[in-house]
């Protein structure tokens, strides 16, 4: 008698493989954020690392959970490094360990862990952040800020003082709030062409921050990590209510390239609403979910409270995940769809 071997198709794909591809796309952008502002970025990274490796061990110890196993699979990390990444790089150390605790011991492990959670960690992490610490949320570094290591991870470390004169808006906030100010007597053109600030088309340095994640997502298509639906729904959702007001007013609204090479559009396009667990699933499921975080985004950058909208607009999509899953579920291969 002899055995055979059932004709089953074993992928070559595991968690731990999926996100150190992840991050492997994260570098270009990283690159470039230590190219635009020095290497406080960096020593931010590891910080966060560190706090959600340790809350993770802890969380799995109290659960029960094999250490092993899911402190290496690198879910853990992506989700550190995307709350520093999101987060002002010269921030204090303890606000980016607050942003890692809460990224994984409340949004992740207080749902039930990895493939679990509802809610994107380091969305939840940048909004419970930017609501309770406002201030220290907005600092980013001034444009032109010229220092050294050792001055920026003394800022980092609370052993040297913070002054305003390190801080500075960024192209969104500045866009705004020049527009909010001069009450239309000021328009987008002029501000976009006379302000340092604004760079080349969306900001100084920052098109290529962006530029660093637009190669990394496309990478992370190529090797299907991700597929196309999400991340090119969330750029025609930001784009195109961009665009329309942008043809009716140009001088009030800034044109749709600004604003996807601008904050974190295309961070979040390709690192964030492509999240298999807390995005939708299904195939129109994942276009309805991107446009529509996508065009959230844009009202609330434009027209909220906040320079920047793409945590919040993912958070709220979340919210509604269920429900577009349940009415965007393909019909059963065989069997006709109801009437």
């Known amino acids: 008698m002899s ?4 004709p089953y198709l074993l992928a070559d794909v595991s968690v731990r493989r999926v996100m150190l591809q992840v991050l492997l796309a994260l570098l270009p952008g990283i690159a470039a954020y230590v190219w635009l502002i020095g290497p406080a970025i960096i020593l931010q990274l590891a910080i966060a690392t560190l706090a959600a490796l340790l809350a993770e061990a802890l969380l799995l110890r109290l659960r029960g959970r094999p250490l092993l196993l899911f402190l290496t699979d690198g879910s853990a990390i992506v989700t550190a490094w995307l709350v520093a990444l999101a987060f002002p790089p010269l921030s204090p150390w303890w606000l980016t360990v607050v ?5 994984i011991v409340v949004a992740k492990h207080l749902y039930g862990g990895l493939g679990q959670n509802p809610f994107n960690p380091a969305m939840i992490a940048f909004a419970a952040c930017i609501v309770s610490f406002p201030a220290l949320m907005s600092q980013w570094p001034a444009l032109g800020l010229r220092l050294s290591v050792a ?6 470390a609370g052993l040297a003082p913070r002054v305003d004169a ?5 192209p969104l906030d500045a866009l705004k709030t020049a527009l909010k100010l001069g009450d239309g007597a000021v328009d987008v053109p002029t501000l976009l062409a006379t302000q340092e ?3 080349n088309f969306a900001g100084r340095g920052w098109e290529w ?6 190669l990394g997502g496309l990478w992370l298509w190529q090797r299907r990590i991700i597929t196309w639906q999400a991340p090119l729904a969330f750029v025609c959702g930001l784009s195109l209510p961009a665009t329309v007001l942008w043809a009716w007013n140009p001088q009030q609204f800034a044109d749709p390239l600004f604003h996807l090479f601008s904050g974190g559009s295309l961070l979040g396009a390709f690192f964030i609403v492509t999240d298999p667990v ?10 309805i979910f991107g446009f529509l975080a996508g065009a959230i985004a844009y009202v ?11 945590a919040f607009a993912v958070l709220l999509m979340n919210l509604c995940v269920p429900l577009i899953d349940m009415y965007t579920q393909p019909p059963i291969f065989g069997m006709k769809k109801p009437e």
């Not at 001055?151 to 980092?156: A, G, K, L, T």
């Not at 921050?209 to 637009?214: D, F, T």
């Not at 609330?300 to 793409?310: E, L």
């Open 300 to 310: 609330i950058r434009v027209f909220g409270g906040y320079p920047d909208g793409v």
């Open 99 to 103: 942003g890692a605790l809460f990224a």
């Open 278 to 287: 807390s995005g939708s699933t299904t195939f129109r499921g994942k276009l």
């Open 197 to 199: 600030v604004f760079g």
């Open 209 to 214: 921050v962006s530029a660093g994640y637009l």
């Open 151 to 156: 001055e920026q991870f003394e800022i980092i």
């Open 3 to 6: 055995w055979s071997t059932p």
């Open 166 to 170: 390190m801080t500075g808006a960024t």
